[in-house]
């Protein structure tokens, strides 16, 4: 049975939605993905995975395929992968083949998370599949078809994925919510959870996930990886400046007005009304703003209220030199914390 996935230190890996700034433009996101993973991969950050996304102003990532093999070709050893593919947007063969094609290419580096939202409002869902007769219902048996099409052929099989069959596509689960903890305990997979932006059952999740695990070919113990939203600076005003761009952003898209990733603003927190100063409590419960300090205080209270057994760092930062820095403070208090 393998279980290639523990070790004795708590891994770091990297969530870009590939940001769209106000200003720019998807061509100029994408080269900052580039950028930004080639950084991490030097900064030894375990993997780098891209979210499905539609109809959004402010993320590039949603041929996120695409995207994954573009970032794949530009870096050799970290691992690059989905986090996650919106399943119910798609069919599970093409995925298997989108993957199987992705696993070919870069062998022993992709990963393969999954989750049931459609990543969009109904309209835009409708118009990705044309109807929703992929009813999210259906998301547990389309999990179990796709992994059926990674396995070896068998006997009398008619449909087969080419490329993907017989090929070692880890999968993932990720959720937000009690019901992925549950498949992904029930599956034996690893799990995934949205903490960085839908932190209130968390703890729950993972409570369920490690209680009801199940061992599988593909993992022999749970392993939890969790979302945390960093905002590292080399002092805690500038980190709280530079906040402001992420803050703006979920106010934003939870007041109905999605827009592209804005510049920071001082003081933008303190300017705003009740209700936007309780989405921004409400959503970025699991962060660490600040100084290397701050950030390695915050990140140590994380792991050892949650004992995660990895962190995927999300750093929505405008400036994308200051995403850099960000994320090179944060590699750089991992070191210490070893």
């Known amino acids: 049975m393998r279980d290639s996935y523990h070790s004795s230190l708590t891994p770091l890996s990297v969530l870009d939605l590939s940001p769209i700034l106000e200003g720019?433009?998807?061509?100029?996101?994408?080269?900052?993905?580039?950028?930004?993973?080639?950084?991490?991969?030097?900064?030894?950050?375990?993997?780098?995975?891209?979210?499905?996304?539609?109809?959004?102003?402010?993320?590039?990532?949603?041929?996120?395929?695409?995207?994954?093999?573009?970032?794949?070709?530009?870096?050799?050893?970290?691992?690059?992968?989905?986090?996650?593919?919106?399943?119910?947007?798609?069919?599970?063969?093409?995925?298997?083949?989108?993957?199987?094609?992705?696993?070919?290419?870069?062998?022993?580096?992709?990963?393969?998370?999954?989750?049931?939202?459609?990543?969009?409002?109904?309209?835009?869902?409708?118009?990705?599949?044309?109807?929703?007769?992929?009813?999210?219902?259906?998301?547990?048996?389309?999990?179990?078809?796709?992994?059926?099409?990674?396995?070896?052929?068998?006997?009398?099989?008619?449909?087969?994925?080419?490329?993907?069959?017989?090929?070692?596509?880890?999968?993932?689960?990720?959720?937000?919510?009690?019901?992925?903890?549950?498949?992904?305990?029930?599956?034996?997979?690893?799990?995934?959870?949205?903490?960085?932006?839908?932190?209130?059952?968390?703890?729950?999740?993972?409570?369920?996930?490690?209680?009801?695990?199940?061992?599988?070919?593909?993992?022999?113990?749970p392993y939890a990886m969790l979302g945390f939203n960093v905002i590292a600076a080399d002092t805690d005003a500038e980190a709280r400046f530079l906040a402001s761009s992420v803050q703006q952003a979920f106010v934003n898209s939870r007041s109905g007005r999605p827009s592209r990733l804005q510049p920071p603003i001082e003081g933008y927190e303190q300017g705003l009304m009740p209700q936007g100063r309780a989405i921004i409590e409400q959503v970025l419960t699991c962060s660490a703003i600040g100084s290397p300090r701050a950030v390695r205080e915050g990140l140590e209270a994380f792991i050892a209220r949650t004992g995660a057994d990895e962190l995927m760092i999300t750093s929505h930062i405008f400036s994308h030199a200051a995403r850099l820095r960000s994320y090179a403070i944060t590699a750089e208090v991992r070191d210490a914390l070893s």
């Open 24 to 221: 720019s433009d998807a061509a100029q996101s994408f080269r900052n993905t580039v950028d930004l993973a080639q950084h991490a991969e030097r900064l030894s950050y375990h993997r780098y995975w891209l979210a499905e996304h539609h109809n959004m102003p402010g993320i590039a990532s949603a041929a996120t395929a695409v995207l994954i093999g573009h970032v794949a070709a530009a870096t050799s050893t970290i691992r690059v992968g989905a986090g996650g593919i919106m399943l119910p947007n798609h069919a599970p063969l093409v995925i298997a083949e989108q993957f199987g094609t992705l696993e070919s290419l870069f062998p022993g580096r992709i990963d393969l998370g999954l989750g049931r939202a459609p990543g969009t409002d109904q309209v835009t869902a409708r118009a990705l599949r044309r109807n929703l007769s992929s009813d999210v219902d259906q998301f547990p048996q389309d999990v179990v078809e796709l992994m059926h099409y990674f396995q070896p052929a068998k006997a009398g099989q008619i449909v087969h994925a080419v490329p993907g069959e017989g090929l070692n596509v880890p999968v993932w689960i990720l959720g937000s919510s009690l019901f992925g903890a549950t498949l992904a305990a029930e599956l034996g997979l690893p799990f995934a959870f949205a903490s960085h932006f839908a932190p209130s059952q968390m703890m729950a999740a993972l409570g369920i996930y490690r209680e009801h695990f199940q061992p599988s070919a593909q993992l022999a113990r």
